[in-house]
């Protein structure tokens, strides 16, 4: 390997040593921003697919998240009792109800996403846009290069 290779690996390598932390502490953060909301860190990335993605199956949520389906459907159960989201029949498989995002769910979703928005506003402040466009390219290089459809662990 070259030395300008070797760096390269290197400078890799101290981002993942970045983004372990980074995860942890803005778990943290989002979970101090939801305190008074009755929502969930994972209730909240639920909210965020449907609002998105529109309905989908406790299945595919739990794909899309990379999460367990068991923990997805305690967050959508959740969701469903505080009429944040509703189950529809699915066309598609008598089983596997659709989930979908009521108008309150919606409020509440943009509500959060506002708050977030508001202290992103903050760091952004510090940083250049291509700063944050670097930053988003390689933490997409690092999910396609270690995502679940590799056999490669760090």
Do not use: W
Request: aromatic share 4%; glycine share 4%; charged share 25%.
């Amino acid at each position: 390997m070259t030395a300008k290779r070797a760096t390269k690996a290197q400078g890799l390598y101290e981002v993942i040593r970045c983004v372990r932390p980074a995860h942890r502490y803005l778990h943290r953060a989002v979970e101090q921003q939801l305190k008074d909301s009755g929502v969930t860190v994972g209730m909240r990335a639920v909210l965020e697919r449907l609002a998105e993605n529109g309905a989908q199956t406790a299945p595919e949520l739990a794909r899309d998240l990379d999460i367990p389906r068991q923990f997805a459907q305690r967050s959508i159960n959740s969701l469903i009792g505080q009429d944040m989201a509703e189950r529809l029949n699915n066309p598609a498989h008598k089983r596997s109800y659709l989930i979908r995002i009521t108008a309150k769910g919606r409020q509440t979703f943009e509500r959060i996403k506002a708050d977030e928005h508001t202290s992103l506003k903050q760091l952004a402040q510090v940083l250049s846009a291509d700063d944050i466009t670097a930053a988003q390219r390689v933490m997409r290089a690092l999910v396609d290069f270690y995502g679940p459809e590799q056999d490669i662990n760090p």
